[in-house]
Nanobody
Framework: QVQLVESGGGLVQPGGSLRLSCATS????????MGWYRQAPGKQRELVAR???????TYAESAKGRFTISRDNAKYTVYLQMNSLKPEDTAVYYC????????WGQGTQVTVSS
């Protein structure tokens, strides 16, 4: 059974940082592209960042220079380090795994507010 479990969300002030983690099981982690999407209230889900099986990252324009995606194949875990957070980063963040098909986590809430 495929499981993706996100953690690390929460409430943070503007300018603050959070580190999201996504622990996986039931997939061959090393061959999956891993990534993060987010969905704000009333908006479509959008890509934040992804990282290939080879470790090459891709970022949305909104994330460039502030967010860093990384993966630990030994721990079957993908991370999203988010710095300089803005109120517009407020959303539910979803982890996904892609190899022939997509698998999704349940999401973790990130709220950026003073």
């Amino acid at each position: 059974q495929v499981q993706l479990v996100e953690s690390g969300g929460g409430l943070v002030q503007p300018g603050g940082s959070l580190r999201l983690s996504c622990a996986t099981s039931g997939i061959i982690f090393s061959i999956n592209t891993m990534g993060w999407y987010r969905q704000a209230p009333g908006k479509q889900r959008e890509l934040v960042a992804r990282i290939s099986s080879g470790g090459s990252p891709t970022y949305a324009e909104s994330a460039k220079g502030r967010f860093t995606i990384s993966r630990d194949n030994a721990k079957y875990t993908v991370y999203l380090q988010m710095n300089s957070l803005k109120p517009e980063d407020t959303a539910v963040y979803y982890c996904y795994a892609r190899y022939l098909r997509d698998s999704w986590g349940q999401g973790t809430q990130v709220t950026v507010s003073s």
